[in-house]
């Protein structure tokens, strides 16, 4: 039991580690899946297998499920900050900012 215990505590504790050093939103929404999905998946393999082995192997699955979900629900699009812009022949396009907002003619 105190291997268990220390096992599912080091466990949260890189998965919490890790998904502190993510930058992108994707990033973090799968290091937030994995950490959910690996706790919910340790309670399932030990109500299931009742042993160790049904609450590692459940965790590991259930991380990696939590994972794909996570970064597969991620937004597309809010990643980067998009301006727009007006060529010299008066069009309007859009583009990624640059510094504080202006670009190639100015931005709105």
Do not use: H, W
Request: charged share 15%; hydrophobic share 35%.
């Amino acid at each position: 039991m105190r291997f268990r215990l220390t096992a599912v505590a080091v466990s949260a504790l890189l998965a919490v580690s890790v998904a502190g050093c993510a930058t992108s939103e994707q990033n973090q929404r799968a290091g937030t899946g994995a950490l959910i999905g690996g706790g919910v998946g340790a309670l399932a393999g030990q109500a299931l297998g009742r042993d160790t082995k049904s609450t590692i192997v459940g965790a590991a699955g259930g991380a990696l499920l939590g994972a794909a979900v996570g970064t597969a629900t991620t937004p597309r699009g809010q990643d980067q900050n998009l301006c727009r812009y007006q060529r010299r022949d008066g069009s309007i396009y859009t583009a990624p900012c640059e510094g504080s907002g202006g670009g190639y003619g100015g931005g709105y």
